[in-house]
């Protein structure tokens, strides 16, 4: 259908559209009118990716500015479904239009993901196949066959790309990941670098948060981006997580040892090239001299320094190769004395670096510098076995990084990589405290910012700990036309002894009992796919062991196949596969996972395949960790964000992402259980949408209250429905909509000319205005 906002004609290319979606539509364009940043919450499945690229793209095509899209989710399936319903919306608007618009949208993945090259795409590690790629796209390996040199090997398919005139890479259009592998490999060019080449050119660009959010990528990928650009942030829930995972990181002896070896590799590599090839070392130099710090056109992924910066020449004391490694070995010596402790340590990135000083005579410059330098002495060498050499890689990274950032950071070093170890194996992380970090350049660069996710509440934390101001925060409601999904807070067993997964009582013998009676009723009633989540795989793991005992798991097993979510993605996967199977045969399945883990965040649980999820706990992060305690600290003191405040809202955002799996669309229907007493206190905390669904009879149940409400849920469900009651209330067709704005208008005293009506403006409520000032503020 196409309806307008103002004078904004927005293609939509369904026959019917959601309430929320027009009013989603419509505050969007407010947002991108008016310029600034928004966080807004969109009920799971009322179509939020349409609603977004339609209003975004409209804009874009309609106004003189033509700002670029920039479209940021978090999973290679998400990406793909983007590009899929932007293809759609694409060839609905050439079907009205009458011609095709000229338009390219792509999306860019790793260099893993879009390699054609025979051997290189057959690497399992993306590290290898990054480095790989580098060294047969280098410019000196061109130079080097045109002087003769017929040892050195170049990439067919980037070489091809420089026959073509830039820009016309790719004809307009919109391209899925297949579709642009299949047209290069026809072209014979590199499908990585055609998109990363159009970007400037390309309507649209959809990717992954880190090409934006993580310094070490986004300088090299992003760098072009123009200022006036729409940066779209799609499932941002957890972006602030994101962000201080960008920039953390941790080094344990292992990664010393490794490091070791590649730097005494290094040095070894570098006096047998002295003896050989001493030009190899020197032309290295003369490039450092003349300011250059990459050997080809393609910037490369490793920590970036402000362009001031780059500029510069290396200090002199990493510019020689031998020099550097030397400087590298002293650096290595260092943080091994400093990880023999006995006693955890808390520091400052400003006290390390004084420490450092006093001990080693290592300047806080060239340490800027190390992870540049060693990526470009690494590349020149054209060494093999690139892997030996990431854990250098990793402490060179640690070098550019703690001597970057004075603030928001912290080192802890523990002695014991868990609490529950006895024998010594000592830990350094380097943690990021502040997400606002990452997040600065872009709300600094981009006018418009906009965060979304169908789970964000509360929507007011997360520009207090990214540090920006809004022009919009809301969470949208959900129309339906009869109860699809029903949220249940069960605080008690049918014993009526209270239930938690507070640490404290998680493994007292009644409430593990109570948590099992629970799951066998709901496993007796749920048709197909019944998907249980646990705070912890420790908790888990411990809770299941304790059901074998009891005879819980043979119970379940009765009515359903029995599954377990691993940190292992191939285990995890075929258990997703086979569970999907057990829903699909009629043979029904229960699938144990984690919150915060990968089922928890990128498996739809739709139709059948989630009638039930049940959420044993309130996800909370595990409280002793040092990281976490400098994280609330550091909330505290900066953000004025209370720890139990935080602490509160990471769980109920992830605990309701658990939720949010079950229902994918309207037409969808579904138990949320919540089984834990501490929900009903929080129940404030949860998505407006899910919110609205909870009565006050439903939030503090018995495990045999609980099942009666559910089974006349899925009663109720049984029987037909016809769509025509939807209409008008949960969905609207276009004269439905025409009417909507009609209403709007009257109410706002507008006529149907777009112009104040001097007799409807009656309809305006009163405010202590008169009709002449109401008229002025009008006109203003």
């Known amino acids: 259908m196409l309806f307008y906002i103002d004078d904004l004609p927005v293609y939509f290319p369904y026959p019917k559209i959601y309430p929320e979606q027009y009013k989603y539509i419509c505050d969007l364009k407010k947002v991108l009118d008016v310029g600034g940043h928004a966080v807004l919450e969109m009920p799971s499945g009322t179509g939020k990716t349409i609603s977004l690229l339609a209003v975004t793209v409209a804009h874009q095509m309609h106004y003189s500015e033509h700002r670029k899209i920039v479209y940021c989710s978090r999973t290679m399936s998400e990406i793909e479904k983007a590009l899929v319903e932007l293809h759609n919306l694409m060839k609905y608007r050439e079907s009205e239009l009458g011609y095709a618009e000229q338009f390219l949208g792509l999306g860019l993945t790793s260099r893993k993901n879009l390699c054609l090259h025979p051997t290189i795409k057959n690497e399992r590690k993306g590290t290898v196949v990054d480095e790989k790629c580098r060294r047969l796209t280098n410019g000196q390996n061109k130079k080097k066959i045109e002087n003769g040199d017929l040892d050195v090997s170049l990439c067919s398919f980037h070489e091809n790309m420089n026959s073509i005139d830039p820009g016309n890479y790719i004809p307009s259009g919109i391209y899925s990941f297949d579709s642009l592998l299949n047209y290069c490999q026809e072209r014979k060019t590199c499908p990585y670098f055609t998109v990363r080449r159009m970007i400037p050119f390309c309507n649209i660009i959809i990717y992954s948060y880190h090409y934006l959010l993580d310094p070490k990528i986004s300088e090299r990928v992003s760098k072009e981006l123009s200022k006036d650009s729409i940066v779209i942030f799609d499932e941002g829930h957890n972006i602030d997580n994101v962000c201080i995972e960008a920039l953390s990181l941790d080094i344990t002896n292992d990664t010393l040892k490794r490091a070791t070896r590649a730097a005494n590799g290094l040095s070894k590599a570098v006096i047998e090239i002295e003896k050989n090839d001493s030009k190899k070392l020197q032309d290295e130099y003369d490039q450092l001299l003349a300011g250059l710090t990459q050997s080809n056109n393609e ?45 955890t340590i808390c520091e400052s990135t400003e006290s390390f670096l004084i420490h450092l000083k006093q001990l080693t005579f290592i300047d806080r410059k060239p340490l800027k510098y190390c992870s540049e330098r060693l990526s470009l002495l690494v590349r020149n060498l054209e060494l093999n076995n690139i892997e030996d050499y990431t854990a250098l890689k990793d402490i060179a990274t640690f070098a550019t990084l703690v001597s970057t950032y004075e603030k928001g950071f912290q080192l802890i070093i523990e002695p014991f990589e868990t609490d529950e170890a006895k024998v010594p194996n000592p830990v350094l992380h380097f943690a990021c405290l502040d997400a606002s970090i990452a997040m600065k350049p872009v709300f600094q660069k981009f006018s418009s910012v906009i965060i979304t996710s169908g789970t964000i509440s509360p929507l007011d934390m997360y520009p207090r700990m990214l540090d920006f101001e809004t022009v919009l925060q809301k969470s949208y409601s959900m129309t339906l036309a009869k109860k699809t999904f029903l949220p249940l807070i069960v605080t008690k067993g049918s014993d009526q002894v209270a239930i938690s997964s507070r640490f404290e009582i998680r493994n007292d013998l009644s409430i593990i009992r109570n948590y099992g009676s629970l799951l066998v009723e709901f496993s007796q009633i749920t048709p197909d796919g019944l998907v249980v989540f646990f705070p912890s795989y420790l908790y888990m793991e411990s809770i299941i062991s304790m059901w074998q005992s009891m005879g819980i798991l043979d119970e379940v097993w009765k009515y359903k196949l029995i599954l377990v979510e691993t940190p292992d993605a191939q285990e995890t996967a075929l258990a997703l596969q086979t569970y999907r199977t057990a829903c699909s045969n009629g043979r029904g399945a229960v699938l144990f996972s984690v919150a915060r883990g990968k089922v928890s965040e990128g498996i739809d649980f739709d139709h059948h395949y989630g009638r039930t999820v049940l959420l044993i706990g309130i996800p909370f992060q595990y409280t002793e960790s040092r990281i976490l305690k400098a994280r609330l600290e550091f909330l505290r003191d900066n953000f004025q964000i209370r720890e139990n405040d935080f602490l509160s809202f990471d769980a109920m955002r992830h605990g309701a992402q658990c939720l949010g799996r079950v229902l994918r669309g309207k037409d969808d229907y579904g138990v949320m259980v919540l089984a834990d007493r501490r929900f009903s206190r929080k129940r404030n905390q949860l998505p407006t949408w899910i919110l609205q ?67 409807e403006l009656e309809l305006l409520p009163d405010e202590g205005l008169t009709k002449e000032e109401q008229l002025a503020l009008a006109d203003i």
């Open 693 to 759: 669904r909870l009565s006050d009879a439903e939030t503090n149940l018995s495990t045999d209250m609980a099942i009666s409400h559910a089974k006349q849920f899925f009663r109720e469900q049984a029987q037909p429905m016809d769509p025509k009651d939807q209409e008008g209330i949960s969905v609207w067709n276009y004269d439905q909509l025409l009417d909507y704005q009609k209403l709007q208008r009257r109410e706002a005293g507008i006529d149907s000319d777009g112009d104040f009506n001097m007799d």
């Open 299 to 343: 910037k490369n992924n490793t920590v970036p320094l402000s362009t001031d910066l780059i500029r510069k020449e290396f200090p002199g004391t990493i510019m020689k190769g031998k020099y550097f490694l030397s400087f590298m070995k002293r650096f290595l010596a260092y943080i091994k004395v400093r990880m023999k402790i006995l006693n």
